[in-house]
Protein backbone atom coordinates (compact mmCIF):
# COMPACT_ATOMS: atom_id res chain seq x y z
CA UNK A 1 0.00 0.00 0.00
CA UNK A 2 1.15 3.45 -1.20
CA UNK A 3 0.22 5.21 2.32
CA UNK A 4 1.78 2.71 4.34
CA UNK A 5 5.04 2.88 2.90
CA UNK A 6 5.58 6.66 3.48
CA UNK A 7 4.23 6.17 7.21
CA UNK A 8 7.30 6.68 9.72
CA UNK A 9 7.17 4.58 12.79
CA UNK A 10 6.66 8.04 15.38
CA UNK A 11 3.52 9.38 13.20
CA UNK A 12 0.37 9.69 14.27
CA UNK A 13 -2.48 9.66 11.19
CA UNK A 14 -6.09 10.72 11.38
CA UNK A 15 -8.43 8.59 8.54
CA UNK A 16 -11.29 11.15 7.97
CA UNK A 17 -13.84 8.23 6.37
CA UNK A 18 -12.16 4.81 8.21
CA UNK A 19 -15.13 2.57 7.29
CA UNK A 20 -14.21 -1.20 8.58
CA UNK A 21 -10.11 0.04 8.80
CA UNK A 22 -8.69 -1.34 5.64
CA UNK A 23 -6.34 1.41 5.32
CA UNK A 24 -5.96 2.16 9.29
CA UNK A 25 -4.93 -1.82 9.60
CA UNK A 26 -3.00 -1.92 6.75
CA UNK A 27 -0.89 1.72 7.74
CA UNK A 28 -0.76 0.52 11.51
CA UNK A 29 0.34 -3.47 10.22
CA UNK A 30 3.03 -2.11 8.07
CA UNK A 31 4.43 1.11 9.22
CA UNK A 32 4.41 0.95 12.71
CA UNK A 33 3.09 4.40 13.74
CA UNK A 34 1.96 5.92 16.58
CA UNK A 35 -1.65 6.50 16.48
CA UNK A 36 -4.34 5.77 13.78
CA UNK A 37 -7.23 7.35 14.84
CA UNK A 38 -9.87 5.57 12.39
CA UNK A 39 -12.81 7.95 12.12
CA UNK A 40 -16.77 6.95 10.56
CA UNK A 41 -20.14 8.33 10.80
CA UNK A 42 -21.42 4.11 10.62
CA UNK A 43 -21.70 2.60 13.74
CA UNK A 44 -21.75 -1.13 12.13
CA UNK A 45 -18.59 0.00 10.50
CA UNK A 46 -17.31 1.03 13.39
CA UNK A 47 -18.31 -2.80 15.13
CA UNK A 48 -16.41 -3.93 12.09
CA UNK A 49 -13.20 -2.24 12.79
CA UNK A 50 -13.45 -2.68 16.55
CA UNK A 51 -13.36 -6.81 15.36
CA UNK A 52 -10.55 -5.90 12.66
CA UNK A 53 -8.86 -4.73 15.48
CA UNK A 54 -8.90 -7.65 17.19
CA UNK A 55 -8.09 -10.04 14.36
CA UNK A 56 -4.92 -8.16 13.73
CA UNK A 57 -3.64 -7.48 16.81
CA UNK A 58 -3.32 -3.59 16.22
CA UNK A 59 -4.44 -3.07 20.14
CA UNK A 60 -3.39 0.51 21.13
CA UNK A 61 -2.57 1.12 17.58
CA UNK A 62 -6.06 1.91 15.59
CA UNK A 63 -8.14 3.91 17.61
CA UNK A 64 -11.96 3.63 16.18
CA UNK A 65 -14.13 7.18 16.32
CA UNK A 66 -17.75 6.88 15.96
CA UNK A 67 -19.02 10.56 14.62
CA UNK A 68 -18.69 12.96 11.82
CA UNK A 69 -15.18 13.65 10.75
CA UNK A 70 -15.72 16.98 11.19
CA UNK A 71 -16.94 17.42 14.52
CA UNK A 72 -14.64 14.23 15.94
CA UNK A 73 -11.37 16.54 14.73
CA UNK A 74 -13.01 19.68 15.65
CA UNK A 75 -13.76 18.48 19.42
CA UNK A 76 -10.66 16.02 19.81
CA UNK A 77 -8.40 15.76 17.40
CA UNK A 78 -7.10 19.19 16.75
CA UNK A 79 -3.34 19.55 15.57
CA UNK A 80 -2.75 15.89 16.10
CA UNK A 81 -1.96 14.77 13.07
CA UNK A 82 1.67 14.39 10.74
CA UNK A 83 -0.66 13.14 8.14
CA UNK A 84 -4.72 12.90 7.69
CA UNK A 85 -6.13 10.61 4.88
CA UNK A 86 -9.16 11.67 3.08
CA UNK A 87 -10.69 8.34 1.09
CA UNK A 88 -13.77 9.40 0.64
CA UNK A 89 -13.79 11.04 -2.36
CA UNK A 90 -17.52 12.44 -2.83
CA UNK A 91 -16.66 14.22 0.59
CA UNK A 92 -12.90 15.41 0.29
CA UNK A 93 -13.35 18.75 -0.84
CA UNK A 94 -15.76 19.91 1.64
CA UNK A 95 -13.77 18.37 4.59
CA UNK A 96 -10.30 19.92 3.36
CA UNK A 97 -10.73 22.52 6.03
CA UNK A 98 -10.99 20.01 8.97
CA UNK A 99 -8.36 17.73 7.47
CA UNK A 100 -6.07 20.49 7.42
CA UNK A 101 -7.36 21.55 11.40
CA UNK A 102 -6.11 17.81 12.17
CA UNK A 103 -2.63 18.28 11.00
CA UNK A 104 -0.17 19.41 13.17
CA UNK A 105 1.09 23.40 13.98
CA UNK A 106 4.53 22.31 12.10
CA UNK A 107 2.62 21.01 8.79
CA UNK A 108 2.32 17.26 7.60
CA UNK A 109 0.12 15.31 4.92
CA UNK A 110 -3.21 14.99 3.07
CA UNK A 111 -3.76 12.27 1.02
CA UNK A 112 -6.56 13.73 -0.63
CA UNK A 113 -8.87 10.74 -3.34
CA UNK A 114 -11.23 12.78 -5.05
CA UNK A 115 -13.79 12.52 -7.99
CA UNK A 116 -13.39 14.74 -10.96
CA UNK A 117 -14.79 14.79 -14.88
CA UNK A 118 -12.66 15.65 -17.53
CA UNK A 119 -13.62 15.98 -21.20
CA UNK A 120 -11.25 14.22 -23.78
CA UNK A 121 -8.93 17.62 -24.24
CA UNK A 122 -8.61 17.65 -20.59
CA UNK A 123 -6.35 16.12 -17.58
CA UNK A 124 -7.99 14.86 -14.96
CA UNK A 125 -5.00 15.26 -13.14
CA UNK A 126 -4.46 18.87 -13.91
CA UNK A 127 -8.32 19.85 -13.45
CA UNK A 128 -7.69 17.94 -9.57
CA UNK A 129 -4.76 20.51 -9.32
CA UNK A 130 -6.28 23.05 -9.82
CA UNK A 131 -9.53 22.68 -7.78
CA UNK A 132 -7.22 21.73 -4.63
CA UNK A 133 -4.80 24.36 -5.18
CA UNK A 134 -8.15 26.95 -4.94
CA UNK A 135 -9.57 25.68 -2.07
CA UNK A 136 -6.32 25.62 -0.15
CA UNK A 137 -5.31 28.95 -1.49
CA UNK A 138 -9.03 29.71 0.03
CA UNK A 139 -7.93 28.58 3.51
CA UNK A 140 -4.41 30.55 3.46
CA UNK A 141 -2.22 27.68 4.05
CA UNK A 142 1.26 27.01 2.58
CA UNK A 143 1.36 23.53 0.54
CA UNK A 144 1.99 22.01 -2.67
CA UNK A 145 0.60 19.25 -4.97
CA UNK A 146 3.70 17.53 -6.35
CA UNK A 147 1.91 14.09 -7.04
CA UNK A 148 -1.37 13.08 -8.28
CA UNK A 149 -2.45 10.17 -9.88
CA UNK A 150 -5.63 8.52 -11.33
CA UNK A 151 -6.72 5.65 -9.26
CA UNK A 152 -9.27 4.43 -11.54
CA UNK A 153 -11.92 5.53 -13.85
CA UNK A 154 -15.32 5.28 -12.20
CA UNK A 155 -17.43 6.34 -15.42
CA UNK A 156 -17.42 8.05 -18.87
CA UNK A 157 -14.90 11.29 -18.41
CA UNK A 158 -15.12 10.33 -14.60
CA UNK A 159 -12.08 9.75 -12.72
CA UNK A 160 -11.17 8.97 -8.83
CA UNK A 161 -7.68 10.58 -8.44
CA UNK A 162 -5.22 10.80 -5.36
CA UNK A 163 -3.36 13.51 -4.12
CA UNK A 164 -0.59 13.10 -1.54
CA UNK A 165 -0.17 17.24 -0.61
CA UNK A 166 2.21 18.54 2.12
CA UNK A 167 1.28 21.55 3.86
CA UNK A 168 3.70 23.32 5.22
Request: proline share 7%; with cysteine; net charge positive.
Amino acid sequence: MRVARKVKPDETVVNMFGGVGCFSIMIAKHANPEKVFSIDVNPVAIRFIQENIRLNRVYGKVIPLLGDSKEIIHSRLQHVADRVLMPLPEKALEYLPYALSALKSSGGWIHYYGLEHAKKTESPVENVKLKVAEALDVLGVDFEVPFVRVVRSTGPNWFQLVADIPVM
